[in-house]
């Protein structure tokens, strides 16, 4: 059973250019989760969601930055026009479903890091 | 909104014992969870704490205090394997999204 995939894992842009993040979530999960990291800090959420829909975008830049998970095919974190400082590790997260009693145990990709020159 | 703190860094040798607070400021509560990372690595599920006390897994404990707003993880006989960066993470609404704390450096020395 293949966890969380998440490509590519390393990406360069130079600044201007446009970034695609693709996850593939758990077999099973049909909700997912994106988390930016930049070098020495924690785990900021970006967006949740399910198929079709965007549960929560509360964490999302308001400008130049969108997500997808459509029917079929994976997550999609798109960012337009990047900027250096978008360099992070951008990490995938999948759980069976958010509406839980008790813990949601997220299980994470192994990241995405884009690099911007 | 939500903010959680805990320490940036511990140090600690092998066979130790180390204890990671995290306190946390929130208007709804649906559990304190515990990550663990290795170099930037994929962050792990390590330990959750719906209701007060102490929940066991192996080496790795984790309590909370509800009326405190706080929690800790405790680390028992110390690896250096251990030596990586632990997460306390907050479930604030019933959606199931986790706010994560900024992270506290575990070091284990020889």
């Known amino acids: 059973n293949a966890g969380v995939m998440q490509n590519p894992r390393h990406l360069v842009r130079r600044r201007g250019q446009e970034a695609r993040l693709r996850c593939s979530p758990m077999k099973g999960h049909s909700h997912v989760y994106w988390y930016r990291q930049l070098p020495e800090e924690g785990l900021k959420f970006m967006v949740y969601l399910q198929k079709e829909n965007i549960i929560d975008e509360s964490g999302m830049p308001k400008e130049r930055f969108s997500a997808e998970f459509p029917k079929e095919g994976p997550s999609i974190l798109r960012i337009q026009q990047v900027v250096r400082g978008d360099s992070a590790a951008y990490f995938c997260?999948?759980?069976?479903?958010?509406?839980?009693?008790?813990?949601?145990?997220?299980?994470f990709g192994a990241g995405s890091r884009l690099t911007v020159l | 909104g939500q903010s959680l703190e805990q320490p940036s860094e511990v140090t600690a040798v092998e066979g130790a014992i180390v204890q990671i607070n995290c306190t946390y400021q929130t208007s709804g509560f649906y559990g304190l969870s515990w990550y663990q990372q290795h170099d930037g690595g994929a962050p792990t599920f390590l330990s959750y704490?719906?209701?007060?006390g102490l929940e066991e897994t192996g080496r790795f404990s984790s309590f909370l205090s509800r009326s405190d707003s706080y929690g800790y993880l405790l680390l028992q006989e110390l690896q250096m394997k251990d030596s990586a960066s632990y997460f306390c993470a907050l479930r604030a609404d019933s959606w199931g999204k986790l706010q994560f704390g900024a992270g506290t450096q575990v070091v284990v020395t020889p």
């Open positions: 997260a999948s759980s069976p479903t958010g509406l839980l009693s008790g813990a949601n145990v997220l299980t």
């Open positions: 704490n719906g209701l007060d």
